[in-house]
């Protein structure tokens, strides 16, 4: 499939927080996440710990590499097929892992991290 994707014509001021939870969920309407999603600031540390059905988890910030952004992009029907418009630009994203810890030095373990070594692969390659 074929995408455009479109440079920000207007993106909310305000930064929205972007959450990565290891679960998966067929629902895709609307809900309560505040009422669903319980979390907490652990004191002393940049993680938090928080509760998601019942579950434990701790979560911590994620950043892009250096040189990269993270965009989040809004599907929408255009005259030559799906367009991808920018709808948001946050600084970060906040994994939340249930399995192991996600403090400051772990929050390099989770998958988007670990996704993210291949950016740096293919910028060092293609500097070579």
């Known amino acids: 499939m074929l995408y455009t994707i479109n440079p920000a014509v207007k993106i909310d001021a305000e930064k929205k927080e972007i ?29 938090q710990r928080g509760m998601f059905r019942g579950r434990g988890m ?17 599907e929408r029907k255009g005259p030559k097929g799906a367009v991808l418009d920018i709808e948001n630009r946050p600084d970060a994203i906040k994994v939340w892992q249930w399995d192991r810890t996600c403090g400051e030095h772990n929050a390099d373990r989770t998958s988007i991290a ?14 070579d």
């Open 19 to 47: 959450h990565s939870i290891p679960c998966n969920i067929q629902y895709t309407g609307a809900t309560e996440v505040s009422g669903n999603f319980i979390r907490e600031q652990i004191e002393g540390e940049s993680s």
């Open 114 to 127: 670990r996704a993210s070594a291949y950016l740096r692969i293919a910028q060092s390659l293609a500097d």
């Open 58 to 74: 701790e979560g911590a910030d994620w950043k892009a590499p250096e040189g990269f952004e993270i965009h989040v992009l809004k």
